[in-house]
């Protein structure tokens, strides 16, 4: 599974709608500071889920939705999509027969907030559902920002191991055994 396309539209300093395109499995993002470099990465921890605002470096989650400029009004709602190449089919489960699997969240100034996958309106534990196992999702270790290589070396033993239970893959299985015990 890999990603592949970054489709941005109303997401922070993406005012206008955006597609970037990474095309091979190294891609590098350079340019000057306050350009918009992090606010993919946010991005990307967005559509997976990411409920925290200030995980986000905002106040409320609103603050995602570009809030205008000198030269711009600000806009009313943000979308972001990710497209994931699944031709390998690591993600299983429902989806894991499409080649490719669009995962896409919006949200509007007053709040509300919509997933979709394929296109397909869908709940925000849907999409953590799919990526659960993966390796990939809005606190996985597959996003290694500032401050995080330290957190890893100073987490205690229980920290630790939700890191070796997401890669080794049995998280997915410990978050269905709490759930069918405490329904
Ligand atoms: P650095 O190299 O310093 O880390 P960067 O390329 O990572 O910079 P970002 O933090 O991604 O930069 O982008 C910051 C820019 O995004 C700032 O100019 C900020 O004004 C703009 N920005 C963030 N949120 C919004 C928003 N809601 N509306 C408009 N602009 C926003
Ligand atoms: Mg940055």
Redesign the pocket.
């Known amino acids: 599974m890999r990603l592949s396309t970054i489709k941005l539209s109303g997401?922070?300093?993406f005012?206008d709608p955006t597609t970037l395109n990474l095309p091979s499995n190294l891609t590098g993002?350079v340019?000057?500071?306050?350009?918009?470099?992090?606010?993919?990465?946010?991005a990307v921890r967005w559509v997976m889920g990411e409920s925290s605002a200030s995980r986000l470096?905002?106040e409320s989650l609103t603050?995602?939705?570009?809030?205008?400029?000198t030269a711009r009004k600000?806009v009313n709602q943000?979308m972001v999509e990710l497209i994931f190449d699944n031709s390998d089919h690591s993600i299983t489960g429902q989806y894991g027969a499409f080649d490719e699997i669009s995962v896409k969240r919006t949200v509007s100034l007053d709040g509300n907030s919509n997933y979709y996958l394929n296109g397909s309106k869908c709940r925000r534990r849907d999409i953590t559902d799919l990526f659960l196992g993966t390796g990939l999702g809005p606190r996985s270790y597959s996003i290694i920002e500032q401050g995080m290589i330290s957190n890893i070396i100073l987490a205690k033993p229980e920290e630790l191991r939700v890191y070796l239970e997401e890669a080794a893959g049995i998280s997915k299985y410990k978050e269905r055994r709490r759930e069918t015990e405490t329904r």
């Open positions: 997401f922070k300093s005012v993002v340019g000057p500071n306050g350009c918009g470099k992090s606010n993919i990465i946010d470096r905002g603050d995602v939705i570009f809030a205008g400029s600000p943000a």
